[in-house]
């Protein structure tokens, strides 16, 4: 399923360092999410896009910012990436009932 | 506080063997609840809602309002079902969002 794409798919930077991870999707959903992913953690909510000027901090928001260019677009900043951001980051539609998430493949950031 | 358990990190089973993977929410109103997979090399999806009632691979969830649960069970597990498995309950009084367990992943055994 291309229709939730993320770029880079694969990101090593350095500490402090500014990384913007990319969202796109052609599924015309209004609410768009962003996660990070970490071992026995789980998912874990950054921020969501409930449509295009409707940004929403979620659980895990410190150290990251986001901007939603366009409905079909949603990008995640690290303003000054730190070892603890190492982690895979999803994003991910969903229509404005919420009832199904459809996931892009992922990026792998390392902060060294 | 809207929470979902996950106690099993990990849950290893012969082929052929039933599956059970648990999943408990914290009880703040009535959720709605999924199940999603992520098979290895695969992309996050759901498997299935319970609003559905559905059965898919041969996995059916029933949620327990008693219990506050929401186990996910398969009678007779197969090779292919090996993933991570995530329980993710949604309130709509949190503007409709969902929030994931962390994870259990089921290893079958040949």
């Known amino acids: 399923d291309a229709d939730v794409t993320q770029t880079p798919r694969n990101r090593i930077t350095k500490t402090g360092k500014r990384i913007m991870l990319e969202c796109s999707q052609t599924?015309?959903?209004?609410?768009m999410y962003w996660y990070r992913q970490d071992p026995g953690l789980g998912l874990r909510l950054i921020y969501y896009?409930?449509?295009?000027?409707?940004?929403n901090k979620g659980e895990i928001s410190d150290g990251y910012s986001v901007s939603r260019q366009a409905q079909a677009k949603f990008s995640l900043s690290l303003e000054s990436a730190i070892p603890n951001q190492t982690a895979l980051y999803f994003c991910?539609?969903?229509?404005?009932?919420?009832?199904?998430?459809?996931f892009g493949p992922g990026t792998r950031l390392t902060v060294l | 506080a809207q929470r979902v358990t996950q106690p099993e990190k990990l849950l290893s089973v012969f082929k052929g063997a039933p599956v059970e993977l648990k999943c408990n929410y914290s009880?703040?109103?009535?959720?709605?609840l999924f199940w999603y997979v992520q098979y290895s090399r695969q992309r996050l999806q759901l498997l299935l809602r319970?609003?559905s009632r559905e059965s898919i691979k041969g996995f059916t969830a029933d949620l327990n309002k008693g219990e506050t649960s929401f186990h996910l069970k398969k009678p007779f597990a197969q090779e292919e079902d090996s993933a991570m498995y995530y329980c993710?309950?949604?309130?709509?009084?949190?503007?409709?969002?969902?929030?994931f367990g962390s994870g259990t992943r089921l290893s079958i055994r040949p």
């Open positions: 993710a309950p949604r309130w709509y009084s949190s503007a409709s969002k969902i929030i």
């Open positions: 896009s409930l449509d295009v000027k409707d940004i």
């Open positions: 319970h609003i």
């Open positions: 991910a539609t969903s229509e404005p009932t919420g009832d199904t998430q459809y």
């Open positions: 009880y703040s109103g009535s959720p709605e």
């Open positions: 599924k015309g959903h209004d609410r």
